[in-house]
């Protein structure tokens, strides 16, 4: 009977202990591109994961990717089509006392390619009584791509074109008054 027992109990299915599969550190951009997550990966459309583009560390998994003339990345669900203005007329203002706003940015993030350069382009909206002072997101390049905030002129409106680089990374601005007596409100479009 005890026989009986054991034999009974060693015969139930014990799962193994789970075994991470890793195969997605052997796609091209897991390699270049190691502090970011597995999750991020693999949520990346194929195309971009065969490539060796340079993940910004604030992509989050199911971000919609554009290419620099504003054509979804193969392979990603279509989207609700309000998304396809998001970086164009985005409305951003700033409190009197000449402090930066927060990040003011597209929920639509730009596939970069080597060598890309991002026209960033802003506005004052006619309501709006005083000037402000903007800065536009870009790259530069150390041991990777570093976020950098690129001034965008001060005044009534204002463009820039900034560094990208092969970069897949949300384009985003800042404002502050100027003069910092006044508030100001303003629109924005980015690169895609």
């Known amino acids: 009977m ?7 109990f060693s015969a139930l299915a014990i799962p193994a202990p789970a075994v991470a599969d890793d195969s997605y550190k052997n796609l091209p951009v897991a390699k270049a ?8 990966i693999e949520s990346l459309p194929e195309v971009m994961q065969k490539s060796d583009v340079k ?40 409190l009197p006392g000449g402090r930066w706003t927060g990040e003011s940015r597209c929920s639509t993030a730009l596939l970069g390619r080597p060598g890309l350069q991002a026209p960033y382009e802003w506005n004052t909206n006619a309501a709006s009584e005083g000037g402000a002072c903007l800065q536009v997101r870009g790259f530069v390049y150390e041991t990777r791509p570093v976020s950098t905030w690129f001034d965008a ?4 409106d204002g463009d820039r074109t900034v560094n990208w680089g092969n970069v897949a990374a949300y384009p985003a601005a800042r404002a502050k008054t100027y003069p910092i007596t006044i508030g100001w409100t303003g629109f924005w479009s980015g690169p895609i």
């Open 55 to 94: 993940i910004a560390d604030d992509i989050r998994p199911g971000t919609l990717f554009r290419y620099p003339d504003g054509k979804l990345v193969e392979g990603q669900e279509r989207r609700v089509l309000e998304l396809a203005a998001e970086c164009h007329g985005i409305t951003i203002s700033a």
């Open 2 to 8: 005890l026989v009986a027992l054991v034999l009974g």
């Open 153 to 156: 002129g001060c005044g009534t």
């Open 33 to 40: 591109n190691p502090h970011i997550s597995r999750e991020v």
